[in-house]
């Protein structure tokens, strides 16, 4: 089991950001949906999985922006779980890099944390006001700076961080995000996520496409981008393990790597999602209601079942993404049939040829994974023909 902890605070919203995130709360009503959260993860551990999750990761929102008296209850918490008898294999919590002081970080390792993923986007002040984000470029090197002192110099396997670029943003270059990489792996991250910058339509930068203040950049520039991203990794010894993700040798997210496996995971906090995976998969969400999440005996949570047949999509969309492809006894297991068999002509038409017993697996090549929506496009419309809405 892994656990997701939502984070639903900012110091300020980003223009490019659609996640369930609220600015300017006080740090008396963070802390009051920080217990919450709190009770909640025990309520569904002892539900759900009792015992010790595999994984826990802090996300948002931004949970280093929290006020002292929200951040401290969120750090007993994550005391409590890596304290609690069994051995967390990874605790991530995602950082801002202005966020970064000496404190912080003794805070988090006496907490248990021992991974951190920093949402670097750019070290360009100039790209970092078109996508709304006030922190400065010195302001980002000087955390980058700390973590890769305090956190790369540790002993191999024990704290690890995880560095998030942008690409696509709107008036880059492919040189310009190259040379952000460059100087991004001079602090040695072991781990590198690049997102493609999808502009969402209620989003800052939405409002501003649809009046033409804005354009989206050309698609084979974005994929040049990309490929000279790839590129520069690949020759620094750096495995493309997934679509936007690179790590050095054993530097994957085993928190990420489990979501790609779609294997059980608890979501807690406002809006969070959870999905179970046993022989009847369900799936719940939270209320993004504040009042209702601290307040209801049951936070909100809405649960829903999965259909067989929407199941193996999500196998197929999530597994696929990643170099080791999806396993295909397991999507059989749900569907009572070999999704190799649902999805022929994609395969022929995509030249892909599923591995062999004992663990068949679909595996995409790095050249289809960068064009996975089309893929996927096919093979679902190829499943939609054969299985009836309710499988």
Known sequence: MHLYIHIPFCRYRCDYCDFFTRTCVSGTRQKEVLRAIAAQAGELLQRFSPGTPETVYVGGGTPSALAPEARDVLLALLGTLTGSGGAVREVTVELNPEDVTESLLDSLEASGVNRLSLGVQSLRDETLARIGRPATAGVTRRGLELVARRWGGAPSGRYRWSADLLAGIPGGTPESTVRDLEEILTYAPEHISLYELGIERDTALGLALRRGRIASPPVDTVAEELEWVRNTLIGRGYIHYEVSNYALPGGRSVHNLGYWRMAPHLGIGPGAVGTLTGEEPIRYTNTRDFSLYCTA??????????????????????????????????????????????????????????????????????DIRNILDSFLLHAFAEIDRLTPPQS
């Open 297 to 366: 005996g049951d936070r909100g949570l809405r649960e829903e079942g999965i259909a067989p047949r929407d199941f193996v999509k999500e196998l197929l969309m999530m597994g696929l993404r990643t170099e080791e492809g999806v396993s295909l006894s397991r999507a059989a297991a749900y569907l009572g049939v070999d999704p190799a068999e649902l999805i022929p002509e994609t395969l022929a038409r995509w030249n892909v040829l599923p591995g062999s017993a004992p663990d068949r697996r679909i595996v995409l090549s790095s």
